[in-house]
């Protein structure tokens, strides 16, 4: 099942965000989280991911502004997004990347539609 983003908007620079991304999971299965961001002709880049022990990464530009985190009860993924500026402005997308053993888990990775977040000067 794909994933599904909320959680954007606008807001002004320096201002705060969180985005949401809520997606189920097979219990059987491992999962790495991510997301990304795209602006009009650039390519899609990496902002965060969180793996199956908690382990997370950030991009450069995210590292101390964003806060990636996991509620695996409610299967939901959150980027706490603080001290926003022009340049965050994006289309955002989850990613959910499954493996596994068995056929159920087999490899495959899930995006969701993604959502706009506008930052203003």
């Known amino acids: 099942v794909q994933p599904a983003e909320s959680g954007g908007g606008s807001v002004q620079a320096g201002g705060s965000l969180r985005l949401t991304c809520t997606a189920s999971k097979n219990a059987n299965c491992q999962y790495d989280m991510r997301w990304y961001r795209q602006v009009p002709g650039k390519e899609r880049e990496f902002v965060a991911s969180?793996?199956?022990?908690?382990?997370?990464k950030y991009a450069n530009f995210a590292e101390g502004r964003f806060t990636i985190s996991e509620d695996n009860a409610n299967n939901a993924m959150y980027l706490q997004m603080n001290s926003l500026n022009p340049e965050d402005t994006a289309t955002y997308y989850c990613k959910k990347v499954r493996w596994g053993l068995g056929d159920s888990c087999r490899r495959h990775n899930y995006w969701g539609q993604g959502i706009q977040v506008t930052v203003s000067a």
């Open positions: 969180i793996g199956i022990d908690g382990r997370t």
